[in-house]
């Protein structure tokens, strides 16, 4: 049972066009979402938030919005630079008894052509 | 200021060993989580400790076990190794539950 999807595995966008990543979700409990970015061999690194409360969040050349009716979310990134080539993993959670769990879709590679 | 710091980097066990995986939070964060990432997946979310106290776990079976110290460090052990628990064993850290998760490098599993 995925509770969250990342329906496209891949993504090939030209650098210094817009970037757009997209992510559906099931459990009307989440409250709280996030995108993380991941190079080979290392960690995610934390991109940017959004609460459930809000429907748009900026941070730079990354904009996060949410759709709670359609339960879908999605990030921009204008304009796309060949750094910002990596797997995208958008998660969600929900606080329940004090613990935040985070549940992962499976990944979007993206790549940025020159 | 230093990240999330995961050792060891790589293990090579044997079916029915057991491991233990160490991670040291970023200074401050009082919140250690767990994730167990597959090839080809997403991170799968299997302890969360705050405080030294449990407060979650994922759909793991009971060889999974885990603890926070009173520095805030923590240890995933697994008991009785499965081929299957080979993967991508990723720590994270966070000031409290409600704040973003942020990850160290992983621990690298690989059972023969």
């Known amino acids: 049972d995925q509770q969250v999807k990342q329906n496209s595995p891949s993504l090939s966008v030209q650098e210094g066009r817009i970037s757009i990543l997209n992510c559906d979700y099931t459990n009307s409990m989440f409250d709280y979402f996030l995108w993380y970015k991941k190079y080979p061999a290392e960690g995610p690194t934390f991109l940017i938030s959004i609460s459930s409360i809000k429907d748009k969040n900026e941070d730079g050349r990354f904009t996060v919005f949410l759709n709670k009716s359609a339960k879908h979310l999605s990030l921009h990134i204008v304009p796309s630079q060949p750094g910002d080539s990596a797997v995208y993993f958008c998660?969600?959670?929900?606080?329940?008894?004090?613990?935040?769990?985070?549940?992962f879709g499976q990944g979007t590679r993206l790549t940025i052509n020159p | 200021d230093a990240g999330v710091t995961q050792s060891p980097t790589h293990l090579i066990k044997t079916r029915g060993q057991h491991v233990t995986l160490r991670c040291s939070p970023i200074s401050g964060h009082k919140s250690v989580s767990w994730y167990q990432q597959v090839l080809g997946q997403g991170p799968q979310f299997i302890f969360q400790y705050y405080e030294k106290e449990e407060r979650g776990r994922g759909n793991f079976p009971d060889r999974f076990s885990a603890r926070q110290f009173p520095n805030y460090s923590s240890e995933l052990n697994v008991n009785a190794l499965l081929l299957g628990d080979s993967a991508l064993y990723l720590c994270a850290s966070s000031t409290d539950s409600n704040q973003p998760q942020h990850f160290g490098d992983g621990t690298r599993l690989s059972i023969l």
């Open positions: 998660a969600a959670s929900s606080l329940i008894q004090g613990a935040q769990k985070l549940v």
